[in-house]
């Protein structure tokens, strides 16, 4: 399984984007796709994630109601989209997409994800 995130840029606070991971390889419905962020100096946090059959959600109580996860529904596709509204300060990271080998749910800790694509950088500006 290989990730590839992209989307990330400088924005000023209050702006919106939206980040894409394309996934390739062979996945299955089981699987979560999460999306995970980390700040200078910071460990890395989970941020929101989603099975690849889209059937649950999970976000960090931080974005909750400003932050959007979903799966593009053309299969051929298997993209995973992080819409991020009312972005501030905060949010400032490079963001990591990574899919767990098969799970149940979506899980917050790191060590339950088996490939990591690399990061994009969001910068958000005051």
């Known amino acids: 399984v290989q990730l590839q995130a992209s989307g990330g840029g400088l924005v000023q606070a209050g702006a919106s984007l939206r980040l894409s991971c394309q996934v390739s390889g062979r996945t299955f419905r089981n699987n979560a796709v999460g999306w995970f962020r980390q700040a200078p100096g910071k460990e890395r946090e989970f941020v929101a994630g989603i099975t690849m059959s889209g059937g649950s959600t999970r976000y960090a109580d931080s974005v909750k109601g400003r932050f959007t996860i979903s799966r593009d529904r053309d299969n051929a596709k298997n993209t995973v989209y992080l819409q991020m509204n009312s972005l501030n300060t905060e949010d400032t990271a490079v963001y990591y997409c990574?899919?767990?080998?098969?799970?149940?749910?979506?899980?917050?800790?790191?060590?339950?994800?088996?490939?990591w694509g690399q990061g994009t950088l969001v910068t958000v500006s005051s």
């Open positions: 990574a899919c767990t080998g098969g799970s149940i749910g979506v899980p917050i800790i790191t060590t339950y994800y088996d490939y």
